[in-house]
Nanobody
Framework: QVQVAESGGGSVQPGGSLRLSCSIS????????IAWFRQRPGKEREGIAT??????WHDESVRDRFSIRQDNAKNMVYLQMSRLNSEDTAMYYC??????????????????WGQGTQVTVSE
């Protein structure tokens, strides 16, 4: 069983930055997909970034502001977020796939989920 845990959320003013961290108990040697999702108030959960074997993908809504990074030595994945605005207010989730060598930014692709960390952007 893979354990996933997020940290690093909080409250920030518009234009500010945050770094979210995701701890994964076991990284598959074959290369599993790790993703960040978010769920904004009243909206469905959406995939915003994935990484597999060091190769990142970012949704166009965050591509120029967010960056996903993987540290295999620490079993950690990070999401660096900058130039935050009110539209980024959401619960952010980290997820890990069971499959290896493929990656899709869709919730039903991921088997292991963290509890989420809240990010609130306001004055």
């Amino acid at each position: 069983q893979v354990q996933v845990a997020e940290s690093g959320g909080g409250s920030v003013q518009p234009g500010g930055s945050l770094r979210l961290s995701c701890s994964i108990s076991t990284f598959s040697s074959g290369g599993q997909c790790i993703a960040w999702f978010r769920q904004r108030p009243g909206k469905e959960r959406e995939g915003i970034a994935t990484i597999i074997q060091g190769l990142p993908w970012h949704d166009e809504s965050v591509r120029d502001r967010f960056s996903i990074r993987q540290d295999n030595a620490k079993n950690m994945v990070y999401l660096q977020m900058s130039r935050l605005n009110s539209e980024d207010t959401a619960m952010y989730y980290c997820a890990a796939s069971d499959a290896v060598r493929i990656c899709r930014p869709q919730a039903d692709f991921f088997k292991y989920w963290g509890q989420g960390t809240q990010v609130t952007v306001s004055e």
